[in-house]
């Protein structure tokens, strides 16, 4: 149980362009997923956090026009890096909490952005 | 807000015991726990402890918890080359749920 997964897995774009990316909770329902941001050899660092049917709410210093979070039904929360720069490029990482579970955040195998 | 620290390698030899620490700031983290993290992978959950117990033991992993001193530990017992990754602890006030501040991320090389 408390499988969580991301589509696509890896990505390469063109700069300017828009990209999606699917986090979807498999086998439970998630009010809230979180959005991560690795860049190489280094730890975690949260982006914005998706409620269910409401906004999402950004951490400091990270632009909500420029990453778009959509978390439209209990399984599935999306995001959206608009007008993609070689900046950009990442490892993204989501998870859910299971709230009916441990309490616990379980993650999703990562979406490996590559901006040219 | 919340510091997580951790020691960015530990190298052990196959079948030895690994020992990885991990200290926080803030003395209202409740929710303490231990990530792995494989080369290209997301996070896989390994265990986690309340802040009102002192250890938790799961197989081969023991964690275990130092309140007053804000300190916590991870130890893999026969530590195996498939134990080679990056773990990760993190730490929140009010669960899962709600923010993990993340440590540095301990790499953990394990050698034959």
């Known amino acids: 149980g408390a499988v969580v997964s991301q589509h696509p897995s890896r990505v390469i774009c063109k700069s300017g362009t828009s990209v999606k990316i699917e986090c979807r909770s498999l086998?439970?329902?998630?009010?809230?997923m979180f959005w991560y941001r690795q860049f190489p050899k280094q730890s975690l660092m949260l982006m914005a956090t998706?409620?269910?049917?409401?906004?999402?709410?950004?951490e400091q210093g990270v632009e909500k026009d420029k990453f778009l979070i959509n978390h439209a039904s209990l399984t599935l929360s999306t995001l959206t890096v608009t007008s993609a720069h070689p900046e950009d490029s990442s490892f993204y990482i989501c998870?859910?909490?299971?709230?009916?579970?441990?309490?616990?955040?379980?993650f999703g195998p990562g979406t490996r952005l590559t901006v040219l | 807000g919340e510091d997580v620290e951790q020691s960015l390698f530990l190298s052990v030899r196959e079948g030895d015991s690994s020992v990885i620490n991990c200290t926080y700031t803030?003395?209202?983290?409740?929710?303490l726990y231990w990530y792995k993290q494989e080369p290209g992978a997301g996070l896989q959950l390994l265990t986690y402890?309340?802040?009102?117990?002192d250890m938790k033991q799961d197989q081969r992993l023991t964690v275990l918890l130092n309140k007053k001193d804000k300190h916590l530990s991870l130890r893999i017992a026969d530590t195996q080359t498939g134990d080679s990754a990056i773990y990760f602890c993190?730490?929140?006030?009010?669960?899962?749920?709600?923010?993990?501040?993340f440590g540095t991320g301990t790499q953990l090389k394990v050698e034959l």
């Open positions: 086998d439970f329902q998630a009010t809230t």
């Open positions: 402890i309340f802040s009102n117990m």
């Open positions: 993190a730490v929140s006030p009010l669960g899962g749920g709600n923010k993990l501040t």
């Open positions: 803030d003395s209202s983290s409740t929710y």
């Open positions: 998706s409620n269910e049917g409401s906004k999402a709410t950004y």
């Open positions: 998870s859910a909490s299971d709230p009916e579970g441990t309490d616990t955040q379980y």
